[in-house]
């Protein structure tokens, strides 16, 4: 049960943050952004905040971004009965076409025509008098009820993502991808301050027993040379052990200005069924703010470099041939 909140709780922030970058795009580059949601299935709450619907629906998978000139779910079509609501200037400015048992007050319209795009207009039969067409001229930012009760503005034809430019749209579609890219940065560096820093050549504790702790191998001590070769990383003292064979290294020391250098023999042990030599230090890790940083950006630059090269790997080495059996 909690790997499926946890596994819930992850992919609904993936989609969310996905789905809030088409949103923060799309507004910025004049599309109108009909719907926001936060999960999906049946609406549980909505509230509109021109020109946009923001809904929070049942079922809390991810969301979705309902952009302008992207469906055609507020069609309404000939013979179906809808309710309007009219301005002083007698321009609807609301259609009821949710079938509701309770629907809104205003008056009853059996289409004949309906065009919410372009030429704005509804045709019909107001209250059922199919002698007596009339036609009503939609406001620009009318709203219109759906029949699943989601009430949202509609899209003239300015208002859709087709009408904006090359780079506006571009833009509007990589901004998904962007903002998941920009989460997994946002999360490296959150994590490299919740583990311990990079590993440094300063000693931080000795094993009992060890023989690193009979050499005089002290917590402070820092590591400058190994058999005469200068050491710059933890890597690199730990690569020495390990290739030793267990043979004597003589460690160059450093504290507190003064140096010395200690005779230490690697001990084996047997890890997994490997022989790996070891001489029982712990390195202390390296706390500056900074230095953290560093790895968490280094490392989300690494890891987002292996994802788009898989990617491209996807499309570089394609071949029909290679679905054939």
Avoid: C
């Amino acid at each position: 049960m909690r790997g499926i909140l946890i596994f819930l709780v992850v992919f609904g922030l993936l989609v969310f943050v996905h789905e809030f970058g088409h949103f923060i795009v799309a507004k910025k580059s004049g599309i109108l952004v009909r719907e926001f949601s936060i999960g999906m299935g049946p609406k549980l709450f909505q509230i509109r905040r021109n020109p946009t619907t923001y809904t929070i629906r049942w079922l809390p998978l991810g969301g979705y971004v309902r952009l302008a000139g992207s469906d055609d779910e507020s069609k309404l079509d000939p013979g179906m009965t809808v309710i309007l609501q009219l301005n002083d200037q007698n321009e609807v400015v609301r259609i009821d076409a949710s079938e509701s048992d309770m629907p809104i007050e205003g008056i009853p319209v059996q289409v004949t025509k309906a065009d919410l795009v372009d030429s704005l207009i509804i045709e019909g039969y107001e209250n059922g008098d199919e002698n007596d067409p009339v036609t009503y001229h939609v406001n620009h930012d009318a709203t219109i009820i759906e029949k699943n009760g989601t009430e949202l503005i509609i899209a003239p034809r300015d208002t859709q993502f087709n009408q904006a430019n090359v780079w506006q749209k571009l833009a509007t579609n990589f901004a998904g991808p962007f903002m998941n890219i920009l989460l997994g940065f946002v999360v490296f560096l959150i994590w490299t301050f919740t583990v311990p820093g990079p590993a440094t050549t300063t000693i931080g504790s000795t094993e009992a027993n060890s023989p690193a702790r009979s050499a005089k191998i002290e917590p402070g001590d820092k590591i400058v040379a190994i058999n005469g070769q200068k050491i710059d990383n933890f890597d690199q003292v730990s690569a020495k052990i390990n290739q030793s064979n267990g043979k004597e290294l003589r460690f160059k020391l450093e504290k507190n200005g003064s140096s010395r250098t200690v005779a230490v023999k690697p001990k084996v042990h047997k890890i997994q069924g490997q022989k790996i030599y070891q001489i029982g230090i712990v390195a202390k890790s390296d706390e500056n703010a900074g230095v953290k940083l560093k790895r968490g950006w280094d490392t989300a630059v690494s890891t987002t470099g292996l994802i788009f090269n898989a990617v491209g790997n996807l499309f570089r080495h394609f071949s029909l041939n290679k679905l054939s059996g």
